[in-house]
């Protein structure tokens, strides 16, 4: 399995930006496809975006579409989560997760992931 630590939460305003990290550890980066989730109190995890191994293929759920951008540096371990625009129902707890595949493709379903983060909170007042 892939050890990861998300970093970059943290108290904003709303129409503000953030950039969460997450750094992988313990196995070959390039052989994962990457997610971001976030869980809001009270509410369900929800995907917020996925990449696929190589960065070629993105996938963004439609609340955070035009604002949010998933990136990935396979040379550094490093999965990325640039937050623009952000809203007070952006506010949740943020979580990385890597999927070990053959196939250079992302998946939403968060039952498909292998490893998780501890999580980042993420507060956008308004």
């Known amino acids: 399995q892939v050890q990861l630590v998300e970093s970059g939460g943290g108290l904003v305003q709303a129409g503000d930006s953030l950039r969460l990290s997450c750094a992988a550890s313990g196995r070959t980066f390039s052989t994962y496809a990457m997610g971001w989730f976030r869980q809001a109190p009270g509410k369900e995890r929800e995907i917020v975006a996925a990449?696929?191994?190589?960065?070629?293929?993105?996938y963004y759920a439609d609340s955070v579409k035009g604002r949010f951008t998933i990136s990935r540096d396979n040379a550094k371990n490093t999965v990325y989560l640039q937050m623009n625009s952000l809203k007070s129902e952006d506010t949740a707890v943020y979580y990385c997760?890597?999927?070990?595949?053959?196939?250079?493709?992302?998946?939403?379903?968060?039952?498909?992931?292998?490893?998780w983060g501890q999580g980042t909170q993420v507060t956008v007042s308004s």
């Open positions: 990449i696929s191994r190589s960065g070629g293929s993105t």
């Open positions: 997760a890597a999927q070990y595949t053959w196939y250079d493709a992302w998946t939403p379903y968060s039952n498909r992931y292998d490893s």
